[in-house]
């Protein structure tokens, strides 16, 4: 929900600030020059909510500055930028620059610039504050992303931001749901025009997979379907909840991602798992031939449309393993070939269905299978 106008006091930035992880860190690697925090991080250290990354903007060498925070650096020549790891806290150094859309939806091309030119190239208003890592920590606001942020409100910074980004409609539900917030009036008619055709299928799963990463996905989700960014149909919308409470708990949260399940229910492939779901397996053997090759994704997606037969295959019965190989097969006189293959089989549909206990009925039992000739092709 939007916090309360109290709760967000820039007068704590200076002990938020202090008790940031790494920040002293932070403080030695700027080394005298004005190095800020900006963005994201220093929107949700006025919300008071903790963070696992920072993002700092230097008017200089952005790669050298990540260089003086020591660990594994990363950097990216074409965006003036670089990322480090410092005490566990991951950290995106950038130089300030200013942006240029060739096209709608095309990369950037950028140059260097001030910080109050790189806070004007920003997504929103709540976005675009900045906070000096050395002297006083006053807040730096040239967009009145305060005001918005008690307000709760989503607001872009000029009127072709939607058409230079289209992604940034899908950011602004990530943010809306997130946070509780509206879409500014201005900034919702801007974002009827706004058309994601223009942008490339990557970048648009990027900003898909990143929304279903959020604590709560299904509300991001219904957003972008209600402002008809992308068609999600209702059934689709539906299954977004009982996945996701799927992977609160094991043993589905070790079956597959969370997030990658959740972007295939809104918008990929769910032929194999309606299949799944359209079965009802009785013998385990029978749950386990229904289940092995799909993926984990899937069988997540089986199990939220209704597939509660899955959840005895996830436990259990797709780890069960026989006692007995191949090669006991032919140490007792079975050719290499597809009888070994056969005799294996049968052997753990009679270990699931609790037909065999034990490695000498295993093999017994696939000694008979791989002797017994196959049944001709279209017989059986």
Do not use: C
């Not at 991001?220 to 209600?226: M, P, Q, V």
Request: hydrophobic share 45%.
């Amino acid at each position: 929900m939007t916090p309360e106008p109290s709760e967000i006091d820039p007068g704590r930035l200076g002990e938020r600030l202090a008790a940031l992880p790494g920040v002293e860190r932070l403080r030695d690697a700027a080394a005298g020059e004005p190095v800020h925090l900006v963005g994201g991080a220093v929107r949700d250290l006025l919300l008071g909510r903790p963070r696992a990354d920072a993002d700092l903007l230097v008017e200089g060498d952005a790669t050298e500055v990540a260089r003086r925070l020591g660990g594994e650096v990363r950097s990216h020549a074409r965006f003036g930028t670089a990322t480090a790891r410092v005490d566990g806290l991951t950290v995106d150094v950038a130089g300030a620059r200013t942006e240029t859309y060739p096209a709608p939806g095309a990369l950037p091309e950028v140059r260097p610039a001030s910080l109050a030119d790189d806070l004007a190239r920003r997504d929103f208003t709540i976005n675009a504050m900045a906070v000096p890592l050395a002297g006083d920590p006053e807040l730096v606001d040239p967009h009145e992303g305060l005001a918005d942020l008690r307000g709760g409100l989503l607001r872009v910074l000029h009127p072709g931001s939607f058409a230079d980004d289209p992604t940034r409609t899908l950011r602004a539900a990530r943010y809306a749901a997130r946070f509780g917030f509206e879409l500014e009036r201005g900034t919702a008619r801007l974002l009827e025009d706004a058309d994601l055709v223009t942008v490339s299928a990557d970048r648009v799963a990027a900003e898909l997979h990143r929304t279903a990463g959020e604590d709560d996905p299904v509300a991001a989700f219904g957003l972008i379907a209600r402002w008809g960014l992308i068609e999600i149909p209702d059934e689709r919308l539906t299954l977004l909840s009982p996945l996701a409470d799927l992977f609160d708990g094991k043993p589905w949260s070790a079956v597959a991602a969370r997030a990658d399940a959740i972007v295939v229910a809104a918008t990929g492939d769910l032929s194999e798992a309606k299949r799944l779901a359209s079965l009802a397996p009785a013998r385990p053997s029978e749950v386990v031939a229904a289940a092995r090759g799909s993926s984990g994704v899937e069988l997540a997606l089986a199990r939220a449309m209704g597939a509660t037969w899955l959840d005895d295959y996830v436990r259990e019965l797709r780890d069960v393993r026989l006692e007995i190989s191949g090669a006991d097969l032919m140490e007792a006189g079975v050719e290499e070939g597809p009888a070994v293959g056969r005799g294996l089989a049968a052997a753990l549909r009679a270990k699931l269905d609790g037909e065999a206990s034990g490695a000498d009925e295993e093999l017994r039992i696939a000694l008979e299978a791989a002797r017994t000739p196959a049944a001709p092709a279209g017989q059986g």
